[in-house]
């Protein structure tokens, strides 16, 4: 008999699913709001010839700071340069994706460059090479387009004494950064603010997530709601959840031990950043580089002692291994495929019976099934997705074979399982 150990490992459509508006497309609608403004103003004072006002900042280094040019508005405004850099990559993918904006802009990559093979550049470069020895002026920043760069070469020039190296614009991308997260972190307290239902539905979703594919059909987790606590076997499943937010009613007792990896809105200590495996480490800017990788943002939440959430598979015990990992509305993206690789090694992916399972959401919010064709597509993506994931990581395993038919083997052996979500309100998971 294998354990009844699990890990429940959460994505941004948990929140969804639960209808808190936590996606990036949410928040960024009021920020592009801001953006708009700034930008109409701007226009309305240059067609009109009339100057910009005296706007008074605190820099930031905590500081006062008089000026009438472009980077006093966007900052007087809450704006950040990552604002910009979001909104311009979203015309070319459709969708927010901060983790990949981040590594384009820091990271350094091999680039064709005048004829070189290798050149290693990364977008600071390109900025350094364009504007470092231009001599600014404020008549020249009022006519500066309001996007990511002149975001960037005003903040640099007005507030970090920019001296044209990219080390200036690294820091000054990290503290914007830290500024983003904080506003971000601002939104996501205001949405659980607004949200009258979030922490019972996304109660709920766990307990059915939890009890989803248990052989014995007896609940591990069930709910006293008269009693505020869980019953069943809540020591034996463990949350890895990678939203901001925390996903249980908190004064229920025994509940599953749950960690925000990135971190708690709550807290006021959420992090945006990069994996940093094929991070470039033999760059001269490395170590700034660095700053900008998950691995690196966490050492300063390590503070807080959390104990291991998987149980690894051993040789001699194979029944007290983590018995399943199950996905739930997380993307499997390269931005967070450390943490899996780690996983995966833990319960010995390839000799052990921990089963993976993948939920999908074949159904909307309010409960009705979406047509065929878009049940279809979504399962048909999460094929892709999980496929992309396992031979992502049988690429790691030191036996090369192991690696190129891992994906066959959970097949085979009826360890993986892709499925529709279980959404629906079960009242057998209650007393």
Request: charged share 25%; proline share 3%; aromatic share 14%.
């Amino acid at each position: 008999m294998s354990s009844d150990n699990q890990l429940l490992i959460l994505g941004n459509g948990f929140d969804l699913q639960c209808g808190l508006k936590s996606s990036f497309d949410d928040f960024m609608k009021i920020r592009n709001t801001i953006y708009k403004k700034i930008n109409q103003s701007i226009n309305y004072r240059l067609r009109n010839s009339k100057s910009f006002p005296v706007i008074t900042i605190t820099n930031p280094f905590g500081k006062k700071q008089c000026g009438k040019t472009l980077p006093y508005m966007l900052w007087d405004q809450g704006l950040t340069v990552w604002d910009f850099i979001l909104d311009e990559d979203k015309k070319r993918r459709k969708w927010f994706n901060i983790e990949s904006c981040i590594k384009r802009w820091v990271n350094y990559r091999p680039t064709k460059y005048k004829g070189r093979e290798n050149c290693y550049k990364s977008n600071v470069d390109w900025i350094c090479e364009r504007y470092s020895r231009i001599n600014w002026n404020s008549e020249t920043y009022s006519h500066l387009p309001v996007d990511a760069e002149s975001c960037i070469i005003s903040y640099a020039h007005f507030f970090y004494k920019w001296n044209g190296k990219p080390q200036t614009l690294l820091n000054l991308l990290l503290d914007q950064l830290h500024r983003f997260e904080h506003v971000f972190a601002v939104y996501l307290k205001e949405q659980l603010k607004k949200s009258h239902t979030y922490k019972h539905d996304s109660t709920n979703l766990i307990l059915n997530i939890a009890n989803d594919e248990i052989p014995h059909r007896i609940p591990v987790l069930k709910a006293d709601t008269a009693k505020s606590e869980f019953l069943g076997k809540p020591n034996t499943i463990n949350i890895l959840d990678f939203n901001f937010t925390y996903p249980m009613i908190e004064s229920w007792k025994k509940r599953p031990y749950c960690i925000n990896i990135h971190g708690q809105a709550d807290e006021n200590n959420i992090i945006f950043g990069v994996d940093g495996l094929k991070l470039t480490r033999d760059h001269e800017d490395y170590k700034s580089m660095v700053q900008f990788t998950k691995t690196y943002r966490l050492m300063a939440l390590s503070g807080k002692h959390h104990r291991s959430l998987v149980y690894p598979h051993r040789a001699g015990s194979p029944n007290k291994a983590t018995s399943m990992i199950k996905f739930f509305g997380h993307s499997l993206d390269f931005a967070d495929y450390s943490y899996f690789q780690a996983i995966f090694d833990e319960v010995d992916l390839y000799e052990s019976d921990t089963r993976l399972i993948f939920y999908y959401n074949g159904k909307r919010r309010n409960g009705e099934k979406g047509n065929k064709g878009e049940k279809r597509g979504v399962k048909e993506e999460m094929f892709r997705e999980v496929n992309h994931l396992i031979a992502g990581y049988g690429e790691s395993l030191d036996n090369k074979d192991h690696g190129r038919n891992l994906l066959h083997k959970l097949l085979l052996e009826g360890r993986l399982t892709i499925k529709q979500a279980p959404l629906a309100y079960n009242p057998a998971y209650y007393q």
